[in-house]
């Protein structure tokens, strides 16, 4: 079956330090490619989007996710984190007209 | 402008009993989106619809959950006979073009079935 997976289901990292979640998916033909954002009490937000194109996307926030089809990832990454970004974040991909999603990784932000 | 809204935001029923979830969209938005998310996992894709055309519903768990999008707009999502495994919140998103675009998500309805 096709999957998504999200190997951390959580991160911890220090205020201004750089940050990358990690997303891998299972499948050999084209895929489009999501980041959603979960703020606490909050509904999912788009952070960014591959369809086509350039493999290095940038997002809301200062995010951004690179396409690495041989690797079939696509992992979020940050150079420099703030309390703000505490939140739960997930990667989708769609496949076929089927959306699947990760499970999640929630990011701590320390001070 | 408006978001996506959810209503009831919290419901608890009890086992057997049938429920009824609101979600409107963004106004324009052609593509609705239902999505079960149990505690710590990803959304679970439930059914999708343009406009009031029902195109996809493949990730209904059992024939108690039911969809309807009459008007194409405002969508309801039924539970018959509630079981507790049917404890989850329940997401509805909306787009202007299908999975490819942006999808704008509600708050959720977190149903507790005892």
């Known amino acids: 079956a096709q999957s998504v997976t999200q190997l951390d289901s959580q991160v911890p990292v220090f205020e201004e330090a750089p940050v990358e979640l990690r997303c891998n998916y299972s499948s050999s033909v084209s895929v489009y490619l999501f980041w959603y954002v979960q703020y606490p009490n909050q509904g999912l937000q788009l952070l960014l989007k591959y369809l086509s194109g350039s493999t290095l996307v940038k997002g809301i926030n200062g995010f951004e996710a690179e396409f690495n089809k041989s690797q079939t990832s696509f992992h979020l990454r940050k150079p420099s984190v703030h309390i703000s970004d505490t939140a739960e974040y997930f990667c989708a991909v769609i496949l076929d007209d089927k959306i699947i999603f990760g499970k999640g990784t929630r990011l701590h932000i320390l001070p | 402008g408006a978001g996506v809204s959810q209503s009831p935001r919290y419901k608890v029923a009890k086992r057997g009993q049938d429920v009824a979830l609101r979600c409107d969209p963004i106004s324009g938005h052609v593509s609705l989106f239902w999505y079960q998310q149990a505690l710590g996992q990803g959304p679970e894709f439930l059914t999708y619809f343009q406009n009031e055309a029902q195109l996809d519903k493949s990730g209904l768990p059992s024939d108690r959950f039911f969809a309807e999008r009459p008007e194409g707009s405002v969508s309801t999502l039924k539970i018959q006979r509630t079981q507790q495994e049917d404890s989850a919140v329940y997401l509805c998103?909306?787009?202007?073009?299908?999975?490819?675009?942006?999808?704008?998500f509600g708050p959720g309805t977190r149903l507790t079935v005892t």
């Open positions: 998103a909306s787009s202007r073009d299908g999975y490819r675009g942006e999808q704008y």
